[in-house]
């Protein structure tokens, strides 16, 4: 999906975005700035200014290409046949899977980590379209008749939130003392499927 932000023939613009996304991997949020941008791009800040206008909307648009870049990731997950709660729990896996891929880049997306960074809320909706609403169409089919699916694919979607994001802050530091789980990949997890599973079995939902 082409970006919706900025000005410039496509090309140009994939340049930059290319080059917003390297820096956020390798420098963090704090390390966006439009001269940042421009020199991984090998230009100067005028073709930042000139494409996007400036550094919100440079944001902007890579508030959009990340969320289209989850937006594949889950959507390549298919649903599997005659067993609706494995797929959901593949789908929470490739959500859990994707932040861990980036931390910086599910900081920046679901994070307030750029002080006065406010997406628009056409930006908003089409995060929510790209992510969450693909999850509710995952449970919609088996959520009790009379409950609104979108309540039980919030439940389930801030419980991966939840746990994905108390994982990233253990990794980012050293574990407190006794720390119960251990420090690993396979640990985390297991208790991440733990937890999701937990919480479709308590939603009651027709999965025979």
Do not use: C
Not at 2 to 17: C, I, K, W
Not at 112 to 117: A, E, I, L
Not at 131 to 159: C, E, H, K, M, Q
Not at 173 to 191: C, H, L, M, Q, S
Request: charged share 20%; glycine share 8%.
């Amino acid at each position: 999906m082409a970006t919706r932000h900025g000005h410039g023939d496509n090309h140009s613009r994939e340049r930059f975005l290319q080059a917003a996304l390297t820096v956020l991997l390798k420098q963090g949020v704090s390390g966006l700035t439009v001269r940042s941008v421009a020199e991984a791009a090998g230009t100067s800040t005028i073709g930042v200014y000139t494409r996007f206008g400036g550094r919100n909307g440079v944001l902007d648009a890579l508030y959009e290409r990340t969320f289209e870049m989850l937006h594949e990731k889950i959507r390549a997950v298919p649903p599997v046949s005659g067993d609706p709660a494995t797929g959901i729990l593949a789908l929470a896996h490739a959500y859990r899977r994707f932040a861990l891929d980036s931390p910086a880049r599910y900081a920046f997306m679901f994070e307030q980590s750029v002080p006065g960074f406010d997406p628009d809320p056409d930006l908003r909706a089409f995060a929510q379209r790209s992510s969450f609403d693909l999850l509710v169409d995952r449970v919609a089919p088996v959520t009790p008749s009379g409950r609104d699916p979108n309540v039980t694919g919030y439940l389930i979607w801030t419980t991966m939130h939840g746990l994905v994001s108390v994982e990233l802050t253990h990794r980012a530091r050293n574990p407190p003392p006794k720390w119960f789980i251990e420090t690993t990949d396979d640990a985390y997890d297991e208790v991440f499927g733990a937890g999701i599973r937990a919480m479709i079995n308590g939603l009651d939902l027709e999965l025979a």
